[in-house]
């Protein structure tokens, strides 16, 4: 007899108090066993999807079967919409670690088309490597990273400048409802550079990026540029011609590719253009590494450096000259790297003026990063 048929022959007051024991829930199971294997798959919906898994072969399964075709036909509605989990936006009770506020997160070289004025008047289409980020309360779970992203687009059929960049800024700080944010833009800026002697000429790319910074409502717009050089040891270049007059031996000083990274705040005012910031570089270091080369363009290169040898501290005081005489120039930085073929590590140096770029210490990779592939 089951405790169904039981409870016919008894009280009210008993059936409340005489809970199910095992017998009867395997009494129960059987029959519901029973039952299911023989209804349609929309009886066994209607009454409960999980009795599914009680039918032999589908325990671990999840029932009424997944679709397994992409639904190509379904539109995304604003009622849908709202049901989305949205873990990143979730309440503080989620968040992992130590609730610290975090004073940069966002993404890194994101890649789209976007056009810059030339400083003839033109107009040049390059591609950006996009890296943006906002700070996060210590109390926020997290951010929407694709809102960065879409604030950029909405800007980016627009010829690109610094006040461009201000207003993406601006876009994401709003939508993301962040007090400090930061965009990065790196470009490969090509400038056609006539060869030495030849006549020739060919493209010399330079790494350029532009960054904006807002804290605390105030932006400051900072210009980056990677400018390869070649480097002949003033010390190398004596000693070899000590051999060659007091020994009759020939020999050569040792010269290296250099790359020099120049960081400077722009002023208000006057454009500074990427042009301009190259000619500067030039202007300290003239031993630009060259394009196109012919016999004629190497032996005068050879004499560009003997006439222009430099230690790395050279070359950050020279740069540093050419930025401190420029007015559209605020606080800066210069790094340079000599990448010696003397020895097996390379010379550096670094020369900062203004708190921008002021730092107690430094990223273990910084002077790594000060590499010219080719």
């Known amino acids: 007899m089951t405790k169904a048929t039981r409870d016919l022959h008894r009280p009210a007051a008993a059936v409340q108090s005489d809970a199910p024991d095992r017998a009867d829930a395997a009494a ?61 936006n979730g309440p503080s009770s989620l968040i992992r670690g130590a609730a610290r506020p975090i004073q940069h997160v966002g993404i890194s070289n994101f890649r789209l088309p976007i056009k810059f004025h030339t ?45 461009v960049i201000e207003a993406a800024l601006a876009d994401y700080i709003a939508d993301l409802k962040s007090f400090d944010a930061r965009i990065q833009m790196r470009v490969r800026f090509p400038m056609l550079r006539p060869s030495l002697r ?37 010390c190398s270049l004596e000693l070899s011609e000590h051999a060659r007059q007091y020994r009759g031996q020939l020999a050569t000083p040792h010269s290296q590719r250099s790359v020099a990274r120049l960081s400077v705040v722009t002023n208000p005012g006057p454009v500074l253009w990427f042009e301009d910031l190259v000619e500067m570089a030039r202007a300290a270091v003239p031993t630009e590494t060259q394009v196109m080369v012919k016999r004629e363009d190497e032996q005068a290169f050879a004499e560009l450096n003997a006439a222009n040898p430099i230690f790395v501290e050279d070359a950050a005081r020279l740069f540093a000259e050419q930025l401190m005489a420029d007015p559209r120039i605020g606080d800066f930085r210069v790094m340079a790297s ?3 073929s003397l020895h097996s590590h390379d010379a550096v140096s670094m020369l900062t003026e203004g708190p921008t770029f002021a730092s107690e210490s430094l990223d273990p990779q910084l002077f790594a990063s000060l590499l010219h592939a080719g």
């Open 198 to 234: 030849s006549g020739l000429a060919g493209y010399q790319y330079y790494d350029l990026t532009l960054e904006l910074v807002e804290q605390a409502g105030v932006a400051k717009k900072i210009l980056h540029l990677d400018y390869v050089y070649s480097s002949t040891c003033p």
């Open 338 to 340: 000599h990448q010696e």
């Open 119 to 163: 400083r003839d008047g033109g107009d040049l289409a390059l591609e950006a490597s996009v890296t943006g980020t906002v700070s996060l309360e210590a109390e926020k779970k997290g951010i929407n990273m694709s809102r960065i992203m879409r604030s950029f687009y909405r800007h980016a059929d627009k010829t690109f400048s610094f006040e």
């Open 28 to 88: 129960a199971l059987r029959l519901l066993r029973e039952w299911a294997a023989t209804a349609s798959p929309e009886e066994v919906a209607t009454l409960d999807p999980l009795v599914g898994r009680l039918l032999p072969g589908q325990e671990l399964s999840n029932y009424p079967a997944l679709g397994r075709a992409y639904p190509e036909d379904f539109v995304v509605d604003d009622d849908y919409r709202a049901l989305l989990p949205d873990l990143q």
